[in-house]
Every structure is written in structure tokens, then in C-alpha cells.
């Protein structure tokens, strides 16, 4: 299952505009190819290897926007591969238009080419399937991919899964409060960590927050205790009896299991601050 299409007969070549790198999933190794379109393997479904959009022909001709809800029904589980794509972000096209001068401003330490832009489907609060997005580092494109396709098998609920750009507000940290306000799960953000001038991971794309208004992440006092002024309501009681709330990430949690066992580290074992929300790549 963890394969794109190579076999040059059983594709066909989209047209230059749709050109695109699109990720290889197996090994992580992430792959230029030409963008293809597999032969339906059942007349049902057509998937688009076009990370911007989910295409899908059933009955008819859907394009799938982020946020929107997908019929289950449409789609195909014998290729879950397919919903979980990857693509280059090229300067000047839609994505960059989006992200250059919010969570992309100009910057000598993040080259855009090292960004992938990922397209992914999850199972939310409800219950509903839908279409989120993603930008990461190039380097994790593909274990993330891998990971948020097995939390969709699980049906693993993600409140929200939005670029941090949706959010936009002064700068990185008062866009990374919007954006948590909302439980939105992302990852590119090119910030500090909040409250230092040290570079967050996040602004290499190298570390990911999932449910975050669920999964708080809060400072500590000198003497141990948590400044719990910096929290709304909602969130100081997210701190309290954590293994008996819903959507709290706990070492139980099955998104733990998966990106520690992957290579992250879970923010909620730190020190200080305790970042629930917080995955790491250990290996920058
Ligand atoms: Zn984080």
C-alpha cells in the first residue's frame, strides 16, 4: 500500500499546467516526478495525484476543498495511499500566494523548496471524513503522511486541519493563539517559540500540533507551579485529570504511539514548557 504509481502504462500524464512533485511515501524518500493520474483500479473512482485537490469521480465530478466533507462512500479504502498527498510549493504559485508574508515571510533560514505541501483526509469531532491541509519540512513529508493515514484508518478525531494562514493575525505567535483557539492542527509556521527569541520547530516545519485548544501548552514557574494566567478557562481545565478527557493526548493516545514510534518527540514529557499539543522530529 505504500507505493505511487510507477507503472508508465497504467498512468497517464496530466498537461504542463498540472506538472507537480508529488511524495513518495515508501522509505520517506520523497520523489520529482511528473504528475499522473493511475488508471481507475475500480470504475467507481478516479483519484487526482494533485496534492491542491482531491478529485474524486463517482456518479458524477467532485473537488474536494479543505474542510469539506466527504461521503465515505466515495471513496476507495483499498487506496487510502492516494488521499494522502504531497507536493513542492513553487514561488508564485497558489500555495506561496497563500503562506509569503504570513507564515512564510522572506528569511535566510527556510527555503521554500525544503516545504512540501501536503493534502490529507481525517476523521473529525463528528465523525465526518474531510479534506485537510498541511505544510511541513520535506524532510518529515512523507512519515507525516504515513501517520495521519493510519489515525484516519483509526478514525483518530482531529478537530480541524487548516494552514496557520487561515488564521492570520498580527505575527507567528498571535496567529499560533488564533490558530490553537480554533483546535486547528498545523505545522509550518516560521516563529519563534512563544515568549523567547529562540526559533520555534515549527518554523522549519519540523514539529506538529494536533487538537490544540484540547492539548494546551503552558509555562512554568520558578518554583514549579504552571502560569495558568496565560490560558483561557477552557484550557486550564484541559490541564486537570487529562487520562479521563476526551481528545487529551496522553501516552495511551493513539497519535503518541505513532509519532514517538516515528521519530518525534511528544511535548507533553517535557520539562518546560509542557506542550501537549507538541510533536518534534528529533533528528533536525
Ligand atoms: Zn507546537
Known amino acids: ?14 498537461g504542463v499546467a498540472t506538472v507537480l512533485s508529488i511524495v513518495g511515501i515508501a522509505g ?8 499522473v493520474i493511475p488508471r481507475p483500479p475500480f470504475q467507481q473512482a478516479v483519484v487526482v495525484h494533485d496534492a491542491r485537490k482531491v478529485q474524486i469521480k463517482y456518479l458524477g465530478n467532485g473537488w474536494y476543498n479543505v474542510g469539506d466533507t466527504i461521503d465515505e462512500e466515495m471513496l476507495d479504502f483499498q487506496q487510502l495511499d492516494t488521499y494522502f498527498t504531497g507536493a513542492s510549493i513553487v514561488e508564485g504559485d497558489a500555495i506561496y500566494k497563500r503562506i509569503y508574508g504570513k507564515s512564510y515571510p522572506t528569511n535566510k533560514a527556510v527555503d521554500i523548496n525544503n516545504l512540501r505541501y501536503l493534502k490529507m483526509l481525517y476523521v473529525d469531532y463528528d465523525g465526518a471524513t474531510r479534506c485537510g491541509e498541511m505544510i511541513v519540512n520535506a524532510k518529515i513529508a512523507g512519515v507525516t503522511l504515513d501517520i495521519f493515514r493510519q489515525l484516519f484508518e483509526a478514525k483518530y478525531p482531529i478537530a480541524r486541519m487548516e494552514l496557520i494562514d487561515n488564521f492570520w493575525d498580527t505575527d507567528g505567535n498571535t496567529t499560533d493563539q488564533a490558530s490553537m483557539h480554533a483546535n486547528n492542527a498545523s505545522s509550518f509556521c516560521y516563529r519563534t517559540i512563544a515568549g523567547t527569541s529562540e526559533q520555534s520547530a515549527h518554523a522549519l516545519g519540523l514539529a506538529i500540533d494536533i487538537n490544540p485548544h484540547d492539548n494546551p501548552y503552558v509555562w512554568k514557574n520558578k518554583d514549579g507551579s504552571l502560569k495558568l494566567e496565560m490560558l ?52 533536525q
Open 232 to 283: 483561557d478557562a477552557y484550557e486550564q481545565q484541559m490541564l486537570e485529570d487529562r487520562e479521563h478527557k476526551a481528545h487529551a493526548i496522553t501516552e495511551a493516545d493513539l497519535a503518541y504511539q505513532l509519532f514517538t514510534k516515528a521519530g518525534f518527540d511528544w511535548g507533553g514529557n517535557w520539562d518546560n514548557p509542557l506542550d501537549y499539543q507538541h510533536f518534534e522530529w528529533k533528528n
Open 1 to 14: 500500500m505504500k507505493q505511487v504509481p510507477k507503472n508508465v502504462g497504467q498512468a497517464i500524464t496530466l
Open 28 to 35: 520517506y524518500q520523497l520523489s520529482h516526478k511528473e504528475l
